[in-house]
């Protein structure tokens, strides 16, 4: 049974730093595509950042680029996303998913889903 649950969530000021932690189980990490996406508050879910099963350097959402970095650790099973340069527009609940398919970064791709993580920017 697949399951992701996200951790490492807070309340940061502008220009903070948080990382996100997402544990994986009921898979093997090497064979499925896996992202980090977020929701604001009345907007649509998005994808943050996305690592393919085929590894190679992760895509990252042009508004990230620069602050965030995604990482793997295969032997705990565990996908980070750091969060540098934290802005307000960043506060959203966090998510990590996973599939197995060929997909893009988008929210429709992913079938397994964690339970979420909220982030808040703010001075």
């Known amino acids: 049974q697949v399951q992701l649950v996200e951790s490492g969530g807070g309340l940061v000021q502008p220009g903070g730093s948080l990382r996100l932690s997402c544990a994986t189980s009921?898979?093997?990490?090497?064979?499925?595509?896996i992202g980090w996406f977020r929701q604001a508050p009345g907007k649509e879910r998005e994808g943050v950042s996305c690592?393919?099963?085929?590894?190679?350097?992760?895509y990252y959402a042009d508004a990230v680029k620069g602050r965030f970095t995604m990482s793997r650790d295969k032997a705990e099973n565990l996908v980070y996303l750091q969060m540098n340069n934290l802005k307000p527009e960043d506060t959203a609940v966090y998510y990590c998913?996973?599939?197995?398919?060929?997909?893009?970064?988008?929210?429709?791709?992913?079938?397994?889903w964690g339970q979420g993580t909220q982030v808040i920017v703010s001075s």
């Open positions: 009921g898979f093997i990490l090497d064979y499925y595509n």
């Open positions: 690592i393919n099963s085929s590894g190679g350097s992760p």
């Open positions: 998913a996973t599939d197995p398919g060929l997909i893009r970064c988008v929210p429709s791709d992913y079938d397994y």
